[in-house]
């Protein structure tokens, strides 16, 4: 327990991406949607320890200090360098020093299962006997069966259980990426499981759209060439092609290096009913989608990757009481098993199939499953374990 006169909880995050406003200005459009969850915890936090000051805490790469305030949390800025190198050595170096000056209560590292940039939090952690909460968004890298053999990857391997080993409480996106350190029973005992959870921008909105025998469909989020995109714009054009009933329309939402490429694939082809909106703040995202959307499209591959991660899209879509179209991965099964839309492989043919019987299919059912579940998503419900965690650390 700690009793000390230190009023602050700092999030390290090795990211010049902080915030949505961070990824605008930085032309990063297409990653925005992951970055929303940052700012749930820290708002959470916020509302926790409204006596704490709650930090944010990242890189600008022009080597200048900047914060900004927001109405329960700030972000913060340390100066580093815009190469790959030199920047996690910076960050070491002056993340360390601010922790010193700043004497926090709590050290939480924000992590995508990478620890070199967080070795300046770990060390100030030790040396002061601070709380150290290291949250894995992404599995450790050097854990995960598939990742590739790499000259360094037993030096990482070794860093990776230091960190471990040293930490406090160790964050989990899903219970699959705790479960790759059970063969560690120490560390795994530290586990609390942290799913990403929907703004509070889509707890506000209800389903507004009026009912009609257009189905529209709609993806949101990043717009890359890992997401093969184009299998599901092939998949609607093969639903629409195969039933001249089908009148549906499909909306995609975002930014993103594939974002040209996919028009351009749906221009020459000529496939109607495909529109791209660009990019939308979350909260006229959240907006836009319960007045118009029949139907949440959710289409993530099927690589082992995914099977460790935690959609953000599911939650948002839930939140807004939206029936669900997603591929077939662990963490959706909560679609199917609490009947909130339907699965299907993430191929052309099989989303062809789901969109068409999404076409004869009552909503209705769907709806009122998804506004049983939400709660399961909100913010207070995500955090509260990880919330009397930290309280437990504070006196």
Not at 58 to 69: D, E, I, L, P, W
Not at 99 to 109: A, Q, S, T
Not at 150 to 158: D, N
Request: proline fraction near 5%; include cysteine.
């Amino acid at each position: 327990m700690i009793s000390v006169k230190r009023k602050a909880i700092v999030i390290l995050d090795f990211s010049a991406s902080l915030t949505q406003e961070d990824c605008i200005d930085r032309g990063n459009r297409g990653i925005y949607y992951y970055d929303s969850s940052k700012g749930s915890l820290a708002s959470y936090l916020a509302r926790k320890f409204p006596k704490l000051t709650i930090t944010l805490m990242g890189v600008n790469t022009n080597f200048k200090y900047k914060t900004k305030r927001y109405e329960d949390y700030r972000v913060e800025y340390l100066p580093c360098f815009d190469k790959p190198v030199s920047m996690k050595v910076v960050f070491n170096i002056v993340s360390f020093l601010y922790l010193v000056i700043e004497r926090p209560l709590i050290v939480y590292v924000y992590s995508s299962g990478w620890f070199p940039p967080h070795i300046g939090g770990l060390i100030y952690s030790k040396l002061t006997k601070t709380p150290l909460f290291v949250d894995l968004r992404d599995p450790i890298q050097s854990l995960i069966p598939f990742s590739p053999e790499k000259s360094g990857r037993r030096k990482l391997k070794l860093l990776d259980k230091l960190y471990l080993a040293h930490s406090n409480k160790i964050i989990h996106a899903n219970e699959r990426s705790n479960r790759l350190l059970k063969w560690f029973p120490r560390v795994y005992r530290k586990g609390i499981i942290v799913p990403n959870c929907a703004r509070d921008y889509f707890y506000a909105k209800t389903k507004q759209a009026k009912e009609s025998k257009q189905q529209i469909f709609a993806y949101w989020g990043v717009i890359h060439e890992a997401r093969k995109l184009d299998t599901v714009i092939r998949g609607f054009a093969k639903a629409k092609k195969s039933n001249k009933k089908f009148k549906a329309k499909l909306y995609i939402i975002g930014d993103g290096s594939d974002l040209h490429r996919l028009k351009k694939f749906v221009e020459e082809h000529k496939l109607p009913d495909i529109y791209f909106t660009g990019y939308m703040t979350l909260e006229n995202l959240s907006k836009f989608l319960s007045q118009n959307c029949s139907v949440a499209l959710i289409p993530i591959p099927q690589t082992e990757f995914y099977q460790f991660s935690s959609p953000i899209k599911l939650a948002e879509a839930i939140a807004l009481e939206l029936p669900i179209l997603a591929s077939r991965i662990e963490p959706h099964r909560i679609v199917e098993d609490n009947e909130l839309g339907l699965l299907c492989d993430h191929t052309e043919d099989d989303y062809a199939c789901a969109f068409l019987k999404f076409h004869n299919l009552n909503l209705n059912k769907f709806r009122e499953n998804c506004r049983k579940e939400k709660w399961k998503f909100a913010p207070e419900r995500v955090f509260k374990e990880l919330g009397e965690s930290i309280a437990s650390y504070i006196r």
